[in-house]
């Protein structure tokens, strides 16, 4: 009967004033265990964001983004874009899978995690992971030419002439693949030419 004063003080006194790691641990298993998600969410929000000794913790961060993305998705852009210390590449695996379909955020994800690259290889890997969801999953061609050109890297330029030929854009992809100085797919784009009389 006393549950509900129970958490509310839990997660508005007892949690924000702890010091001690293990408290916290042990209350977000319970939050979990007893499917108490929408608690677990305020609980980290104020844990998190509302300053405290957890408050750059990785583990709790990845924590509230990856609760949100299950059960609250509206709150997921804010969450990415106000917390710096989570496991931005997994977390965007998820973002956009089938199940979750968070494509906007899987891009502002990678982005972000991009910019902090600590190697050019993994900036790369970041913006062509950017530049699939753009043309796979949101089919936004036009803001993928613009992210090309804006990190202008081989790899990127690659992936985005891939699926200007799919979307029959020779004349884009032509030129993509060129931007990219990549020529391993002459034959698709001589056939796609072909398919719709651009001779030329």
Known sequence: PTRRALIDQVVQTALPE???PDEVSATVKAFMANDL????????ERII???????KNKNLQNLLIL??????PPRVMEYINRLDNFDGPEIAKIAVSAEYELFEEGVVIYNKFAKRAESEEEKTKLDVEAITVLVNSLHSMDRAK???ERVN????WSTLATAQLGEAMVDEAITSFVKADDPSSWSDVVA???EVDAYD
Request: net charge negative; charged share 30%.
């Open 146 to 148: 613009d992210f090309a």
């Open 49 to 55: 964001l509302q300053g405290s000794d957890f408050s």
């Open 153 to 156: 890297e081989a790899p990127v």
């Open 37 to 44: 998600t929408s608690d677990l969410i305020e609980l980290l």
């Open 18 to 20: 702890t010091k001690n």
């Open 67 to 72: 609760t949100a993305i299950k059960s609250d």
């Open 192 to 194: 796609k030419a072909e």
